[in-house]
């Protein structure tokens, strides 16, 4: 009776497991079906390489995270996305999707590295999926930063082209089209197209112009607008304006250029310390030591 028993336990087991495999794909597949087909929008930029790669799974996560995004997440989400450049290319359900597939991808990745020593432990399981989770977050404020870092750096210039094209009688929906036309490619160039854009669609150069500093939310952007907006409603010349502003940017990156140079000796400070000042003392003292040592004294 025992041994009938040893017999059939594999096959009970291998019964069971093929059982679990199959009641998985089938609730899968029940709730494969509930999310709806992945439309693309023509108006929509194309996603990030990341999100891109996730393919239907992120669209299908995406459907199950929105119920709980709440909307001070999703607002805030927003703002960063927008603040990066890709408000037309991700929501806030798909930025949360893409964390929450990137915590079970670095738990993931930690459970294989394991495996030659067993399974890893609850603590590290956790760091793993508060580290992928992290990630995305970590890359849309870097991507946020360096974005601001380049408008601010090509505003002058832009500036000088919008002040040349008004100082030669065009306006200033004219002046912001040469702007685009001769500028370098880049963040500004997209949010000045994105300005003509929305006069294009009817709204008036007064609110697409406070669309632009509500969007980047940088105070060289809004103070250019107040100026604008401000020259326009008094009827005041906007040529020695914009001349005065993009001179007053100019001034502003080479004080940032000043600053950042006065502190990178306190920057280089650390790692001379660690790195170069240890390697410096054991080539100058070894020699020493030996002969030291050879001399017997120790």
């Not at 999926?129 to 930063?145: E, H, I, K, Q, Y």
């Not at 880049?186 to 197209?193: A, I, K, Q």
């Amino acid at each position: 009776m025992n041994g009938w028993i040893s017999s059939a336990l594999p096959f009970v087991a291998v019964g069971a497991l093929v059982l679990c495999i199959w009641l998985f794909m089938l609730a899968g597949s029940r709730a494969a079906a509930e999310v709806p087909k992945q439309q693309k929008n023509e108006y929509q930029d194309d996603p990030p390489r990341y999100w891109a790669l996730l393919g239907w799974l992120g669209h299908a996560t995406t459907f199950w995270v929105t119920p709980l995004v709440s909307p001070t997440m999703r607002r805030r989400l927003h703002e960063q996305l927008r603040r990066g450049g890709l408000e037309f290319a991700l929501t806030p359900e798909q930025f949360v999707a893409g964390q929450v597939l990137g915590a079970l991808l670095a738990l993931a990745l930690l459970v294989l590295a394991w495996l030659p020593h067993g399974l890893p432990s609850l603590p590290w399981c956790v760091l793993a999926l508060v580290v992928g989770a992290f990630l995305p977050m970590s890359w849309l404020r870097d991507l946020g930063a360096r974005r601001t870092r380049q408008i601010a750096k090509a505003l002058p210039f832009y500036l000088d082209i919008i002040t040349l094209a008004i100082e030669a009688g065009s306006n200033m929906t004219g002046a912001l089209q040469h702007a685009v036309d001769k500028g370098p490619a880049g963040p500004m160039s997209e949010e000045l197209r994105r300005v003509l854009r929305d006069i294009r669609a009817g709204r008036t150069r007064a609110e697409s112009l406070r669309a632009l500093a509500e969007r980047l939310r940088i105070p060289a952007i809004s103070n250019w607008v107040a100026a604008i907006l401000t020259a326009e409603k008094q009827g005041s010349s906007l040529g020695p304006i914009l001349r005065a502003q993009a001179d007053q940017r100019r001034n502003e990156r080479f004080m940032q250029a000043e600053a950042m140079a006065l502190k990178a000796p306190v920057k280089m400070l650390f790692p001379l310390m660690i790195c170069i000042f240890p390697c410096t003392f054991i080539i100058v003292f070894f020699p020493i030591a030996i002969r030291i040592m050879e001399g017997g004294l120790f």
